[in-house]
C-alpha cells in the first residue's frame, strides 16, 4: 500500500479529540513492544501544521523505526483505520448491523442454530431501526434459511417463514421506490450543478413526461425517511427548474416537519442542513420575509450547534451556509455586514481554486466579485471576476458564468473603462451565443451598453434610456425562466440606482423595508 506523501497527516488532522485518545489506547493494546514508536509518531505528526517528513526525520534521527518511516506509517495508517472501525462501530448502525451478521454465520457454523438465530435477529431489529433498507434483503435470507432448517427440528412453523418471506418483499418493494426517486433526484442535481436549466426550459417539458407519473405520487406512511426525504427532494427540485418558488418552499417545509417530528435532525444532519439552506434561499428570492427570517434564523441555529466548531472541515457545508447569509444581508441591503461575512468564509476556505470542489470555487468567486460590487468596491469587484475568468470552468455553474459575464461590463462600465467596453461585450457575446441561448435582459443590456453608454454620456440622455432599460426588465422578468435566472445579480436594482442617483447598496436597504412594511 503506497501513501501519497502527507496522506497520514490529513487523515491524523481529520480525527477529533476522543478519537485520538482512543486511537493511543488501541495502539497500546494491539502493538506488542511497539506501541510507543507508533504513538510517538503519532503524536509528531499531529503537532504539525503542514507535514515536514524531514523534521520527523531529525527528530527521531535516534530512533531505529525511523529508518523504515515509508512503512512505519503505512502500518500507523492502517492501525489508526482499524482503530476508527472498532470506535464507530458502537455508534454506527450499519457497523453493528454487519457485525452481528458475521457473529450470525460464526455460531451457524459452529452448529449453534439458536444462537445464530438471535444475532441475525439483533441484525434485522438494527437494520430496521436504523433504515438500512440496502441490508434486510440478505438478512431476511438469512432468516429463511435459518426458519427452514429450524422447522425441520420442529422449532419453527410454516407461517413464521411466510412472515420473513412477506417482510422480504415488502423491503424489496420499498428499495424499488427508493431507487426510483434516487435516481429521478440524481439526475436533476446533476443538470442543476451544470446550470443547464436555466437556459433549457424545454428540459423541464422532457422531465415531466419521463417522471411526471412518479412525482405525483405520494410517499406512504411505512416508507423509510430516506425513501420519504429522496422523494420531496426530487419534487422540490423539479419545482425549481420550473420556477415555481412557492411550491418549492411548501415542499422543503414538509420534509423538514417530517425530520423534525420523527427526530432525524441529528442522524441525518447533512440533509437537514442542506434542507434549511435551500428553504431559507428560496424565502429570500420569494421575497418572504417572515418566512425568510423564521428559517433563516433555525439554519443559524442548526449550523452553529453542529458545524460552527468544524467549520474548515465541513467546507462544502460552510460554503452554502455563508452563501445563504450573505445573500440574505445583500437583501437586507446591509452589503458592509455582507462583504465582513464573505471576508470570514475567505479565512476558513483559503484559495477556491485550491481548497474547493469546481462548483463551489465558481460560486466562492462570483460571492466575492457581487460582494464587493454591491458595497461599492468595484475595484475589487472586478479583480474576483477576472480570478474567476482565469480559472475558467464552464462545465459547473454556467448560469454563474453568464452572469459574471454581465456583471463584468456593468462593473467596466462604472470605472469608466470605455474604451475596453467594446471588446469585453465582444467577448459577453460569444460567450453567452455558446450556450444556445441569449435571454432578453442579456441582449438588452449588452445592445444598452455598446450602442446608448459608450456613445452617449450625456446624463440626462442616460437618465432616459435607463428608465425605458428599466421598463423593458420590467416585462422580461415576468417570465418565470427569465427571472430565476438573474437572481443573483439584481438588474433592476443597478437601473434604479442610476435613475435616482443613488448608491446600489442604498437601493437594496430601500426595497427591503418597503417590502417588510407590506
Known amino acids: 500500500m503506497k501513501l501519497a506523501p502527507d496522506y497520514l497527516f490529513v487523515l491524523i488532522k481529520s480525527l477529533t479529540k476522543t478519537e485520538k485518545r482512543y486511537i493511543k489506547i488501541f495502539a497500546s493494546q494491539h502493538t506488542i513492544g511497539k506501541e510507543n514508536n507508533y504513538i510517538k509518531l503519532f503524536d509528531a505528526i499531529d503537532a504539525q501544521k503542514n507535514y515536514d517528513e524531514e523534521k520527523i526525520k531529525a527528530k527521531f534521527k535516534h530512533s531505529s ?48 442454530l439458536k444462537d445464530s438465530y438471535k444475532a441475525i435477529k439483533k441484525a434485522e431489529s438494527i437494520a430496521n431501526k436504523s433504515e438500512l433498507l440496502h441490508l434486510l434483503p440478505p438478512i431476511y435470507e438469512e432468516l429463511m434459511e435459518h426458519t427452514a432448517v429450524m422447522l425441520h427440528n420442529n422449532n ?22 427508493y431507487t426510483q426517486y434516487w435516481m429521478i433526484l440524481q439526475e436533476l442535481i446533476s443538470y442543476n450543478i451544470r446550470g443547464v436549466m436555466a437556459r433549457d426550459p424545454d428540459f423541464v417539458k422532457t422531465l415531466e413526461q419521463k417522471y411526471g ?54 442522524e441525518y444532519s447533512r440533509q437537514f442542513i442542506y434542507l434549511l439552506n435551500d428553504v431559507s434561499a428560496f424565502c429570500i428570492l420569494d421575497k418572504n420575509n417572515k418566512l425568510a427570517d423564521k428559517y433563516v434564523n433555525k439554519y443559524r441555529q442548526f449550523f452553529e450547534k453542529n458545524y460552527r466548531n468544524q467549520a474548515s472541515k465541513y467546507k462544502g457545508i ?41 462548483y463551489e470555487a465558481v460560486t466562492l468567486y462570483y460571492m466575492n466579485a457581487y460582494a464587493n460590487f454591491c458595497d461599492g468596491n468595484l475595484d475589487d469587484a ?71 453608454l459608450i456613445k452617449n454620456l450625456d446624463r440626462r440622455s442616460l437618465t432616459d434610456a435607463f428608465k425605458a432599460l428599466h421598463e423593458q426588465l420590467k416585462e422580461d422578468f415576468k417570465d418565470s425562466y427569465t427571472k430565476q435566472a438573474f437572481v443573483y445579480l439584481d438588474l433592476q436594482s443597478w437601473l434604479e440606482s ?6 446600489f447598496k442604498t437601493i437594496l436597504k430601500e426595497k427591503y423595508l418597503a417590502n417588510e412594511s407590506l
Open 65 to 112: 523505526f525511523i529508518s523504515r518511516i515509508s512503512s512505519e506509517k503505512v502500518y500507523l495508517y492502517k492501525l489508526v483505520l482499524k482503530a476508527l472501525r472498532v470506535y464507530h462501530s458502537a455508534n454506527k448502525g450499519k457497523m453493528q448491523v454487519i457485525a452481528k451478521l458475521e457473529e450470525g454465520g460464526i455460531l451457524w457454523k459452529k452448529g449453534l
Open 156 to 177: 419453527s412453523s410454516v407461517d413464521e417463514i411466510y412472515g420473513v418471506f412477506e417482510n422480504y418483499n415488502i423491503v424489496i418493494d420499498q428499495l424499488k421506490r
Open 213 to 266: 407519473s412518479i412525482l405525483d405520487d405520494v410517499p406512504r406512511d411505512s416508507d423509510s425517511y430516506k425513501t420519504k426525504w429522496t422523494f420531496y427532494r426530487a419534487r422540490q427540485l423539479a419545482y425549481h427548474l420550473s420556477s415555481d418558488l412557492s411550491q418549492c418552499i411548501t415542499t422543503l417545509e414538509t420534509i423538514i416537519q417530517i425530520a423534525e417530528e420523527g427526530n432525524y435532525t441529528n
Open 318 to 358: 460552510t460554503t452554502f451556509y455563508y452563501s445563504v447569509i450573505i445573500f440574505y444581508q445583500q437583501y437586507q441591503g446591509d452589503t458592509s455586514s455582507a462583504l465582513k461575512t464573505m471576508n470570514e468564509l475567505n479565512e476558513i476556505i483559503g484559495k477556491p481554486e485550491h481548497n474547493s470542489s469546481k
Open 382 to 452: 472586478l479583480s474576483w471576476i477576472n480570478r474567476m475568468f482565469n480559472n475558467n470552468n464552464i462545465a459547473f455553474r454556467r448560469d454563474i458564468h453568464s452572469l459574471a459575464r454581465i456583471l463584468n461590463i456593468i462593473i467596466h462600465f462604472e470605472l469608466e473603462n470605455y474604451e475596453i467596453l467594446p471588446y469585453q461585450i465582444q467577448s459577453a457575446y460569444r460567450f453567452l451565443l455558446k450556450l444556445d441561448k441569449l435571454y432578453p435582459p442579456e441582449k438588452r443590456i449588452l445592445d444598452f451598453i455598446r450602442k446608448k
Open 498 to 503: 442610476k435613475i435616482h442617483k443613488k448608491d
